[in-house]
């Protein structure tokens, strides 16, 4: 059985940062890539990053390129994304999602996905 948690959102001040984890159970970690996507009220579920099954492939959106980081622990079965000056638009429910083998921008490519954890950047 597969399960993703997310973890780490919260209520951050505009420039703030914050960073997200989701741990994963249940599937081969380092079999998967993995990516982030978000969902703002009323709007489409956005991809936001992907990551490849060692980290050595990365992969944003333009819209948050330069200013949030994807990462992995194959160890501790756990992704990250480091976000850094954060801005209201970002404010959304931040999903982890899992896919095998190969990444993907596209959110029916990934057939796991976690509960969300809500990001809120104040203004």
């Known amino acids: 059985q597969v399960q993703l948690v997310e973890s780490g959102g919260g209520l951050v001040q505009t420039g703030g940062s914050l960073r997200l984890s989701c741990s994963a159970s249940?599937?081969?970690?380092?079999?998967?890539?993995m990516g982030w996507f978000r969902q703002a009220p009323g709007k489409e579920r956005e991809f936001v990053a992907a990551?490849?099954?060692?980290?050595?492939?990365?992969y944003y959106a333009d819209s948050v390129k330069g200013r949030f980081t994807i990462s992995r622990d194959n160890a501790l079965n756990t992704v990250y994304i480091q976000m850094n000056s954060l801005k209201p638009e970002d404010t959304a429910v931040y999903y982890c999602?899992?896919?095998?083998?190969?990444?993907?921008?596209?959110?029916?490519?990934?057939?796991?996905w976690g509960q969300g954890t809500q990001v809120t950047v104040s203004s």
């Open positions: 249940g599937l081969t970690f380092n079999n998967y890539a």
């Open positions: 999602a899992a896919r095998p083998y190969v990444p993907s921008t596209t959110t029916d490519e990934f057939p796991y």
């Open positions: 990551i490849n099954w060692n980290g050595g492939r990365t």
